[in-house]
């Protein structure tokens, strides 16, 4: 499966490791959301997506986020992700975020990129404008 091959067999959720192929065979879309707690833009837009996706989420969108976090420790970006209500990469596996990096040509943070969950092909690299110009989640099937 396309997704677990980006990002494992494996990611955290809050009640311990979330199957990957599960995540592709639950949702539509899939975002990756890198984010770090240093960042004040992060912390600013971090609040607000979560609220869209609670909101996406409740209307019955099947939508899903994974935070990548670009802390600098551990224990940082297990802070942060307590205010998140989606799942994690886990911070470990530094090689991989360093390679979804590069391959969608994330150069600044906080960035949403939004995926098929089926295919893991590419939706946009602009998530967080979709976020403000698309309120009801059209993206995404219901």
Known sequence: MALVE????????KDGDVDV?????ENDVVGLYFSAHWCPP?????PALGEYYT?????????????ISSD???????EYYQ??????LPFSDRAKKEALGSKYEVTGIPT??????KSADLITKEGRKVVSEDPDGKFCKP
Do not use: H
């Open 21 to 25: 192929a599960t995540i592709s065979a």
């Open 83 to 88: 205010t998140m209500p989606w799942l994690m």
């Open 42 to 46: 992060c912390r600013g837009f971090t």
């Open 6 to 13: 980006l990002l494992g067999a494996t990611v955290i959720g």
């Open 55 to 67: 909101k996406l989420r409740a209307a019955g969108k099947n939508f899903q986020i994974v935070f």
């Open 72 to 78: 600098r420790e551990d224990g940082a970006a297990s």
């Open 112 to 117: 949403l990129v939004l995926l098929s969950a």
